[in-house]
């Protein structure tokens, strides 16, 4: 039997052929799976790019015009994807602030972590308080509150990039704030 095309695949899949989608990502998961990869240097992470894309894919493939290749196009979403992967990750590993702000049980801390986290709470806040308007507004809505881009969007009337700018820009000057604090000690 000889495999069919990917454009006869996806023009299957564009007819309501499901089956035919199940082909596409055992054709191409693999190779996905190492492109993510080389990215986000781990295995789950580059699982969970691989999963998205094809959850992408899933929702996009029947408006795929065929303008370039079913592969040029699941490389791109999944570059895309790996890349924004990254930048989360790095903001995590930028100052932490998961576990900094994250005082659950703040009587079964010692007394001198209570105090650590309670001034690096401070700090933050003074940080994020010094920030410009726009850049404080989306700061607090998508760390404090975890809202989507989308939705921040919607709130502020502008675009997921200039918010997605404002919040890199805000992560750095706050990042940069905390480090300046702990210098100065």
């Known amino acids: 039997m000889t495999s069919r095309s990917d454009q006869e695949l996806v023009e299957d899949f564009q007819r309501g052929n499901e089956p035919s989608f199940n ?55 999944t570059v895309n994807l790996a890349l924004n992967a990254v930048r ?5 590993e930028f100052f932490r602030i998961d576990e900094i702000l994250d005082v659950k049980d703040e009587h079964g801390d010692q007394p001198d972590e209570h105090l650590e986290k309670k001034e690096q709470k401070q700090l933050i806040e003074q940080a994020v308080a010094q920030l410009p308007e726009k850049q404080k507004a989306v700061f607090i809505l998508r760390y404090y509150d975890e809202m989507p881009y ?10 997921v990039g200039g918010l997605k700018a404002n919040y890199f820009h805000a992560v750095k000057k706050v990042g940069a704030y905390i480090t300046r604090a702990h210098r100065t000690r």
């Not at 989360?88 to 995590?92: G, L, W």
């Open 23 to 77: 082909e596409l990502v055992l054709r191409y998961q693999e190779r996905l799976y190492w492109v993510a990869r080389r990215f986000v240097q781990d295995h789950d992470n580059a699982d969970d790019v691989v999963q998205d894309v094809f959850c992408r894919a899933y929702e996009g493939l029947g408006k795929f015009r065929g303008e370039s290749g079913i592969y040029t196009w699941l490389y791109r979403i």
């Open 88 to 92: 989360r990750q790095k903001v995590r």
């Open 150 to 159: 989308e939705e921040i969007a919607k709130i502020l009337k502008t675009t």
